[in-house]
Every structure is written in C-alpha cells, then in structure tokens.
C-alpha cells in the first residue's frame, strides 16, 4: 500500500485571503511529482487554479531545503529525497464562487481542486502520458484543518463531507499560541479528496432525516428563512429524488452548504454535498416576505444539485469516469445530465405539491422565452453544445446567443418532450422516470460510463421503445422543439406573444406588448441608453447599431430607458425612423427599418388541470 499523504490547511491570513498549504510525503528515491488540477468536475473550463499558487518551498525532515522546479503551469517536480519532507504554498484565496477558493473575516471556502495538489510518484514516463494520469489513483489522504486566534474566538466549525478521523483518534493539536486543529479527515482515493467542498465559519445548520440518510442546510450566517417551511419543502424535495432512483442509495449524509452573499448565484455538485452561492435578499419564505420568486429558485436550485449526486456523480458520461484534470475532457452528453436535471429541478417542485400547476406553468413559459429568443438554437445543437461547452458555453459574450444554445435550458425543454413521447410510445406504462432508474441501475451503480446513444439503447432494450428519431430531432438537430403540439397531451397550452418590454421574461401578462421590433437588450445611461446584446439581423442591427453603442436620440427625440417603448409604438405607420448613437465617443446615424415586433415570448396556460395533475402526481413503475 502506497503511504498516506497528509496535508495540513491553515487559515494563514483572512484579511490577505491567504491558505497555507503544508504537504507531509514519504521518502523518494526518485522526483515526485505534484499536480494541481485545472478545472473542477462539473464545471467545463480550463481554470488554471495554478495560477494562485505561491511561495512554495520543499524541506526535508532535517529541515534541509530540497531543489523543485516546474515544468508546466501546474506541475511541480520535487528531488529525490532519502527522508520524508514537505512542500508547502500558499492559496491565494479571494473567489467568491462554487468552483474555487475563498476566505474572509467572515468565512473560509474552499473545493479541494483548488489546494490539494495530487502526488504523482510512481508515474512511469516510458509507459504513461501524465496529461492522461487520472484522479482514481486509490491512495490514502490525510487533510487537518487548523485555525487561528480569530477563529477561535468567533468560534468557528467546519462543514465537509470529508470522512472524520475517529474523534478518540484525534490527539489535541496546537502547533503554535496561535494554531489550533479543527478537523482530521481521510479519504481512499484522490477522486475522494477533491469531491468534498469545505467551509470554516461562524456557520448555521439545521438538521433533518429521510429514510435513514440525515441531510443538513447550512448556511454560512444567520437567513430570513423560516427554517421549519424550508425543511418541510426540502424533505418533500429529497423523498422525490429518492424514490425516484429508489434502490442502492449512495449517500447516508448529505450537506447543502449554502454560501450566503449580497449578489450571486450558483451551484456545484459533489459526491455528497452541493456548494451554493445565493443572495441573502432572495432567502425569503417568512410570513411577512411571502413565498418570492427567490426562494422557490433557491429550492430548483437545491433539488437540481441533488439531483446530481445519482446523475453526473455516479451516472456519467464514459470519459468522465476517470479523468485528467488537466486538458478539456469533451463529450456530447451534457444535455443528458444538465438538461434532464434542469427538468426535474422545476418539475419536482410541482410534484411535491410545493408550487401549483399554473406557477410551473409559468416557470415552463420563460424557460421556452428564453430558447425562442435564442436565435442560436438554429446554428447549434444541444449535443455539439455540449461538446463546445469548455468553449462556447462556459467562455459567453453578450454576443454568444447568435450562435450558442444552453444545453441546460434547450435541455431542460427536450427532457420535458421525450418525457412525454415515451408516455404516449408506451400508452402511459412508461416516461423519463423510468429512463432515469435505467440509467441509475446499469450505469450508476457501478460507475459504468455512459456511451453517446445511452438514452436510444436503453429504450430499445428494456422499453421496446424506438426514440432514435425523437432524440435526433431533439438533440442532434436545429429544428424547434415540438412543444405546440405535445404540451396539450399533459394539459398545457403554448401561446406566443411579442414582449412586453425589456423586463418581460414570460409568462401570462395583460399589459399591452410593444407593437414594433427593436432586437437588442439594453440598460440605463445617463445619456441615451447602453446597447449590452444585438440580435443578428435585428432592425437595430440593420440600422448599423452594435453592443455597446448609446442610443441617445429617434427620430431626433431623446431616448431613455423609461420612453423608448412609448417612442417605438409611435412610428408603427411608418417604414423606418433615423437613429443617432454614440460609439466610442463618435456621433453616428442610421436608418431602422419598422417591423412588427417577433412574437419571442411564451404563455403556458393550464388548460385541463385533471390531465396536468395526472403527468405531474404519476405513479413511478418500473420494468422489472
């Protein structure tokens, strides 16, 4: 058995946003080498987290100092050495984010990605490409946490799904007057390692059970949440997911870490656990709040990252199950795991009887306004976006929407279709549950990697269901998504309207939409307005106008953001009306053309809520 590496975590310096990093290695008659990954499972971009890493130093256990050198950007070799030694960095910790490292005065972050380097001892140069050199490399690891003065005194504790050494194992530690340890971990492997997000903080959890897993909400200060509604929506949420993958659960614990901020938004998945980044402001479901539009985001978002942990952490993609960490690993499947897990996140909310029919009505409407304002979604593919997602998708411009489509959204909305496909094709024996528990069974379980066609094989082999052609159109193809015809087979119907204004998101509205096409989102300037997106081909494109530019004036009245609506309605009888814009301090003009506004903007209404309820309240069956 290789020897155990220990790494000790010190929060070195809040207020510099520093962690010291110590690793204790083994003897080596040969180099070692250390690798920091460069991007996160579940995150498609390079990162280079290398990039923060600074002032490393290697001693031996004589306290000699040992020669090390790069060899890439986030690569370190260290000389043999006859005795154990350490290498020790230090983390520049200051991105307030799911993916990477954070500490303040007011909590530490941090994802193992991001300062736990991987050894790389026995790796064989004659046999193995190290950019190939997976994470599943079966090893022991050691992790302690320590703390400060400060932490101490605003008492401090640790979250993380990490294992804990036995508490009687644990000896008191204190390095220094000013070093204290707060946690003993150890993993198996370094898959395991970087698979367990922790926080140190002045940390709030509250606690609750579902069929012998405990489940904890954390959440880094104190929220304006009333806690005994949020933890009977979150049981009906976790009974969901549960049942839904109902055998061979993977999880005894599991710990929603909600990372509370003033502006933000995200989720990553882990083996175990799920970081969040939600805005204190939309943490809302008191009396006095009401039910706000945040809250039930942050549920969809909570039940997508749960989600996650049968779908994306065991159920995955074949060249997901042991990859580098250190180039793009590309795979055409990310419409099958972020796309059927942004369908489940809304619709287990409706399921569980959290929202009504039509409020997921209205949560389907802008889902299908933001695909239909997309014009990409007629140049890409769900399946190439997927495999463009290290570029395209995760690397947007305001400009990206002419030629990208989200994976996720036009994903989510695909689900809802083969869903629906599969209940008509099995004259209602069958649907995308059953697809699901396919998957988790002959994939999950074992970690058994998906291939391409996984959705179209398993259909065919267990269902005696063809779906070839359904899946092409709705993943390998441009072609709109049949929602029109299909959503009334569940009790919905689909309209579309033009927009309202630029706020209009979607959904059932009264309010009288604008008459003409104007193709680009903007926001207030002190002058005009700022151009932030342009349609291709938009009339405000045809007249010259592109991102950035400042519309000051129509027809030589003043625009603004407040009367811009009233000024396009205007000239409805007209063919065209001149522009004037600012760009790059250049006085321009241009002539728009008149067209009547695109009709981009979705209602979903529930029109035989019998029918709805009946796909929504489904009995889950299985094959045998």
């Not at 040969?30 to 987290?49: A, E, H, K, V």
């Not at 953001?561 to 205007?570: D, E, H, P, V, Y």
Request: with cysteine.
């Amino acid at each position: 058995m290789l020897p155990t590496i220990c790494y000790d975590v010190q929060l070195f310096d809040a207020n510099a946003h520093l962690l010291q990093i110590t690793v204790t290695l083994p003897a080596n008659a040969q180099q070692t080498i250390l690798r920091l990954p460069n991007w996160i499972p579940g995150s498609y971009m390079i990162r280079d987290f290398a990039q923060h890493v600074h002032q490393e130093q290697a001693r031996d256990s004589l306290d000699q100092v040992l020669a090390w050198r790069k060899t890439s950007k986030h690569t370190w070799v260290v000389a043999p050495c006859a005795y154990d030694f350490t290498f020790s960095y230090m983390v520049f910790a200051n991105d307030l984010s799911v993916r990477s490292a954070f500490i303040n005065d007011h909590y530490a972050f941090f994802n193992g990605t991001s300062v736990f380097m991987q050894i790389i001892d026995d790796f064989d140069q004659k046999t193995q490409v190290l950019e190939d050199f997976g994470i599943n490399d079966e090893r022991e690891y050691a992790v302690r946490l320590f703390g400060n003065q400060y932490s101490l005194a605003h008492k401090w504790q640790v979250s993380t799904t990490l294992p804990v050494v036995l508490k009687e194992d644990i000896h008191p530690i204190q390095r220094s007057d000013s070093e204290y340890l707060l946690g003993h971990f150890q993993v198996n492997s370094y898959t395991n390692l970087i698979d367990h997000p922790i926080v140190i903080g002045a940390i709030n959890v509250h606690s609750f059970m579902v069929e012998d897993v405990v489940f904890e909400m954390m959440f880094t200060e104190q929220v304006d949440l009333d806690m005994v509604a949020l933890l009977d929506d979150m049981k009906k949420i976790c009974v969901h997911h549960l049942h839904l993958f109902n055998s061979h659960t993977p999880i005894k614990r599991y710990v929603f870490q909600t990372l509370v901020c003033k502006d933000g938004f995200g989720g990553l998945e882990h083996q175990a656990s799920t970081a969040l980044l939600y805005p204190r402001d939309s943490l809302k479901n008191t009396a006095a709040a009401g039910i706000s539009e945040g809250y039930e985001t942050f549920l969809s978002l909570c039940a997508h990252e749960l989600f996650h942990t049968w779908h994306v952490k065991r159920i995955k993609p074949n060249v997901m199950v042991n990859p580098s960490l250190t180039l793009e690993n590309y795979t055409n499947q990310l419409w099958i795991y972020e796309g059927f897990t942004s369908f489940y996140d809304d619709a287990t909310l409706v399921r569980t009887g959290i929202i009504p029919a039509q409020s997921y009505a209205n949560i389907l409407a802008k889902n299908i306004t933001r695909l239909l304002r997309n014009p990409g979604r007629v140049d890409q593919s769900i399946s190439r976006s997927s495999f463009e997602a290290w570029t395209k998708f995760y690397k947007q411009t305001p400009d990206s929407t002419n030629f990208i489509v989200s994976y996720y959204n036009k994903g989510g909305l695909a689900a809802l279709c083969l869903d629906i496909v599969l209940l008509q094709q099995s004259n209602g024996q069958a649907n995308l549950d059953t697809v699901m528990r396919l998957l988790w069974e002959h994939y999950g379980v074992d970690e058994v990697g998906t291939p391409d066609h996984v959705i179209e094989l398993l259909c065919k082999q267990y269902l005696n269901i063809n779906v070839e052609s359904i899946v092409h159109q709705l993943a390998h193809s441009t072609i709109d998504l049949p929602l029109p015809t299909l959503l009334p087979t569940i009790g919905l119907r689909l309209a579309v309207r033009p927009a309202i204004d630029v706020n209009d998101k979607g959904g059932i509205s009264k309010a009288t939409p604008c008459p003409v096409a104007f193709g680009a989102m903007y926001s207030a300037n002190p002058v005009g307005i700022k151009l932030t997106q342009v349609l291709i081909g938009s009339p405000v494109a045809c007249a010259g106008m592109s991102r950035d530019d400042i519309l000051i004036a129509m027809a030589n009245y003043e625009v603004s953001q407040s009367n811009l609506i009233n000024l396009l309605t205007r000239f409805t009888q007209q063919a065209s009306v001149e522009l004037t814009w600012l760009r790059d301090g250049r006085l321009c003009t241009g002539t728009m053309p008149i067209q009547s506004a695109l009709c981009d903007t979705a209602e979903v209404h529930v029109m035989d809520e019998a029918k709805f309820n009946a796909w929504a309240q489904r009995t889950l069956t299985f094959p045998e």
